[in-house]
């Protein structure tokens, strides 16, 4: 196939730079905010990669960055994989042993360091010898450690690297099956497992993602990206506002709601993407300051990662004008699998407005080369009727086909491209589907099956909760029983007793939770979501 057919980044994510010459990224770090015109990045993007190629950058290696969402890392997400090299983003809130663990494998040369996460960058650096670069985006802090290797290391100022050389002419010709980059997320078992993504699973996820039954991103659309550019390639967002000519307003570190709340304000950000737990934040900052902030210019916004509750997607709805699109997605697909707008078709587009808002409480309609089915414990495939439930399948053109490096979980990758998401769902006659739980969060009762997700769902849209978790603890006559964790509002009470009867239309007696522990606060992963493994281990003590 000649280069120009073949589905390559560079083809796709720099065509902002030709259409939309006056778009471009908002990035808004501690050392200032700066306007990125489209045109300048792509330039940056040449800039960069003659640095790096100055550096002796190679095809194939891994390049990692250490970083929030900001100007310096779309640089790297641009003209590290169109470089032929392989862009690894890792998690920033994981801890010194989980990040050692997954560079052991990728062995990054250089690597790209938010100045804020230096002293992380610099301890890596001290215990990964074959780490050669450290590039610091932003201005040095006043307290960063000295450099650990000062012979085989060296530390340089991205903008430095940016101006030394002259920006690179063309980019070179890849094949689609180049692997343009690698995230990791985090393992039951504690080992990270990590998936590598190809130009074309990039380009063909990124092509989806501009799809009007999607989100209906356009290029007259200004996004906030919550979701982190170390999580998940950022779910291909700067490359889809490349593509489109979007802009991308890049929030750095500072995810606080109040902010979100200033951000989408003074941008004019139409459209954004979160996990819930940000959203249900920005709702109670909004119900703390009334008449603070102008969301007229928001249309809708993305949440997934996680399950929002319809309390949540309600009062956007009725309180904001806002409609929000519930995702579900996962690191081993690239990561975006579904969306579910109000309405798609011609049929739900007649419906009354509660009947669209409760589609939008599923995970909703897989993107186009994606395909969802449902299997029993033998495998055996389960009817689409809206309320079997079974472990859900996916294949498609974004499934990987195994961790990039090898992991126990290994097996959840079929021979024939299915995966095993680990995730219960049901789909339903229209090709709607649910996510009912993660099978491991599960609860078995007396020998049938509690959803965690359903009680949290109900559980999180009372007035008093904050935050809620549940999860089963270990029953010598049951085998497990639903335990609620929850976090109140300031000055609200709560028992279980109130829990039970307010559960009791939706909820049988024995799906009931029996126990409710109040905390003071939710714990979440990395990533934003309930952290149940700290919860469980909560309950052994
Ligand atoms: P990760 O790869 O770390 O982003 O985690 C992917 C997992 O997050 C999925 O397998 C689901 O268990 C969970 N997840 C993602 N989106 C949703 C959603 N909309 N509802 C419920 N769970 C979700």
Known sequence: MVPSRRLLLKHLAFRAGTIAPLGGLISTAPDGTVEVGWPEVVMRARRLAAGLLARGLRAGERVGTLAFNDHRHADAYFAVPCLGATLHPINVRWNLQETSTVLEHTRDRILFVDAGLMTRGLELAAT????????????????????????????????TLLDAAEPIAAWPDLEEDALMGMCSTSGTTGIPKTVAYSHRTTCLQTMALGLTDCMRLSGRDTVL???????????????????LGAGLVLPHRDLRPE??????????????????????????????NPGRWNLDHVDRV?????????????????????????SWGMTEINPVGTMSPAATTREEAGFEPDRRLRHQTVAGRPLPGLAVEIVDEEGLPLPHDGTTTGRLLVSGWWVAEDYAFDHPDGDRFGPDGRLDTGDVASIDDRG????????????????????????????????????????????????????VFASLHEGASLDVETVRDRLDHDFESWQRPDELLIIDSIPLTSTGKIDKKTLRAGLRT
């Open 432 to 483: 709607r589907m649910a996510i009912r739980d993660r099978a491991k969060d599960m609860i078995k009762s007396g020998g049938e099956w509690i959803s965690s997700l359903a009680l949290e769902r109900a559980i999180g849209d009372f007035p008093e909760i904050e935050g809620c978790a549940v999860v089963g603890r270990p029953d010598d006559r049951w085998g497990e029983r639903p335990v």
């Open 302 to 326: 993305v949440s997934g990662g996680a399950a929002p509750t319809e309390g949540m997607i309600r009062r956007f709805r009725d309180e904001h004008g806002v409609e929000v699109i519930h």
């Open 128 to 159: 990964c010898p074959w780490i050669e670069y450290i590039v610091r985006f932003g201005p040095p802090l006043d307290d960063e450690p000295d450099n650990p290797r000062p012979d085989t290391l060296e530390i340089i100022d991205h903008e």
């Open 225 to 243: 990206a919550i979701v982190p550019m170390f999580h998940a390639l950022g779910w291909c967002f700067p490359y889809a506002c490349g593509m």
């Open 259 to 288: 902010r979100i709340l200033d951000l989408i304000t003074d941008h004019g950000v139409t459209t954004s993407v979160a996990v819930p737990t940000v959203w249900n934040a920005v709702l109670a900052a909004l119900d703390a």
